[in-house]
């Protein structure tokens, strides 16, 4: 783990998060300024900057949670299709996005928008009680399986 990485301090529990799931080697927790309702994070605690550079058994480790995780998230929210994406934009420690998609939009790249100035903001954050709320939910829905 490193001091000053955001992800490191959240699985060390410095910082707070709504956790979903947490083991040995993995957790899940919200995303707090989500796609969507129920956007979920799942980080290795060990700092890895690259998802290339973890082992492949914890990479497994990742998607069979991130698996799990879109089952139940394709029945809480009614959606056909659950996103699945490691990134390392915003935070250098490797990190899948597990996203409920209720449009194609929802989860793209920038390389099929046609036009190339276009602007971004982050979504805004939801409230501490309603992330706490689906935190709950996700959490109770991936532990009664």
């Given at each position: 783990m490193t001091d000053n990485c955001l992800f490191c301090r959240i699985a060390r529990h410095e910082i707070p998060a709504h956790i979903i799931h947490e083991d040995d080697r993995l957790m899940a927790f919200l995303d707090i300024q989500p796609v969507r309702p129920g956007h979920t994070l799942i980080i290795p605690k060990q700092?890895?900057?690259?998802?290339?550079?973890?082992?492949?058994?914890?990479?497994?480790?990742?998607?069979?949670?991130g698996q799990k995780l879109g089952r139940h998230m394709k029945r809480l929210y009614g959606v056909e299709r659950v996103g699945f994406a490691f990134t390392g934009i915003h935070v250098a420690h490797t990190h899948a996005h597990v996203i409920p998609m209720h449009h194609t939009q929802d989860v793209t790249s920038t390389q099929y928008i046609e036009q190339q100035n276009l602007t971004f903001k982050m979504p805004p954050q939801p409230p501490q009680e309603a992330l706490a709320a689906t935190a709950a939910e996700l959490r109770g829905e991936l532990h009664a399986s």
């Open positions: 700092h890895y900057p690259y998802y290339e550079d973890m082992p492949a058994d914890l990479a497994g480790h990742i998607v069979n949670l």
